[in-house]
């Protein structure tokens, strides 16, 4: 999953209920210039590449290509971090089902002194770099020849686009509304260059035609709320997800409420048969589910049976 803090929210769901999902490996990512720029690298399966993104400024270590969670102090442990996580999400692309790509917006900053398309400012002077947009047509073109890398190498992956319904206030909410427009536009191209593998999930019509109240967004009003990523997420398990899947998301449910309890009394008796009845439950699950990966959790509650 590449892509603005939207595909982030669907991401954790994911995760959370248990898929093999690698979200964000740059970080957060909001033009299509970064995303692709990315997924070129990610095609590429060479990290040595990154080395000559990285600058030191306020005695921090960073990545051009990277967001802030990547920095550090320390040299070694910046591209540490970047090559682990790099390598991780290289190999899962080649053999992927699906790749979901979300954008935020078309604007994008360049750095002046190279010209080169950055990720995330990290804070520097907003004199250093210009400030551009990309338009539909550029866009598309873009995505063609990167995906057709894409689809030469994994064949059987399939991408599902989206438009983050955030909306960009700090270019006034009528330029938001262009850039989205621009993204739209795009994403309409693409999906017309690659009818048989490129999809759109309209995440920003169903958060701004469907889920009009303003329960629906956080307290700063652009951002959707918990139960408007809550809504977006039982949409999109509709369309995407097989009724295996669905019933393996309902049997995992109350298993990740058990995982999640906190204990309010000191009954070691009782909290004992608690995590047996878990390790029990979570050993059926494994037996329905054998494709879903569950040892971290058998691990985390047999060390918490060894520890009491």
């Not at 590449?49 to 442990?77: A, C, I, R, V």
């Not at 090559?83 to 692309?93: F, G, H, K, N, V």
């Not at 686009?161 to 938001?176: D, E, I």
């Not at 701004?208 to 039982?234: C, G, K």
Request: aromatic letters at 14%; a negative charge; proline letters at 3%.
């Amino acid at each position: 999953m590449l892509g603005s803090c939207f595909v982030e929210n669907i991401g954790n769901m994911f995760t959370n209920n248990k898929f093999h999902c690698v979200v964000n490996p740059f970080g957060v990512l909001y033009n299509p210039h970064s995303i692709f720029n990315a997924l070129d690298l990610l095609l590429k399966s060479n990290c040595d590449l990154f080395t000559e993104h990285l600058f030191y400024y306020h005695n921090t270590w960073g990545s051009w290509m990277h967001s802030t969670q990547f920095s550090s102090p320390e040299k070694n442990d910046c591209l540490t971090k970047i090559q682990e996580t790099y390598t991780c999400a290289s190999r899962d692309l080649m053999t992927a089902n699906v790749l979901f790509i979300t954008f935020g917006t078309n604007r994008y900053y360049r750095l002046k002194e190279n010209g080169m398309v950055v990720a995330n400012c990290h804070k520097f002077p907003s004199h250093l770099f210009s400030e551009e947009q990309i338009e539909a047509k550029e866009i598309a073109e873009r995505a063609k020849i990167t995906l057709s890398h894409l689809f030469e190498i994994n064949n059987q992956i399939k991408v599902v686009f989206t438009v983050s319904p955030y909306r960009y206030k700090k270019y006034g909410l009528h330029g938001s509304q262009l850039s989205k427009a621009q993204l739209l536009l795009a994403v309409d191209e693409i999906c017309r260059l690659f009818p048989a593998n490129t999809y759109y999930f309209p995440a920003y019509e169903i958060v701004n035609d469907e889920l009009r109240d303003y329960r629906f967004y956080a307290d700063d009003m652009l951002h959707p709320s918990t139960s408007a990523v809550q809504y977006i997420w039982e949409r999109f398990a509709n369309i995407f997800l097989s009724d295996n899947a669905k019933n393996m998301v309902s049997d995992w449910a109350p298993i990740r409420n058990q995982l999640n309890h906190h204990f309010m009394s000191d009954d070691r008796s009782g909290q004992q048969a608690f995590l047996e009845n878990l390790i029990l439950s979570i050993e059926d699950f494994s037996k329905r589910y054998p494709s879903v990966n569950v040892d971290d959790e058998l691990i985390l509650i047999k060390n918490k049976l060894n520890t009491r």
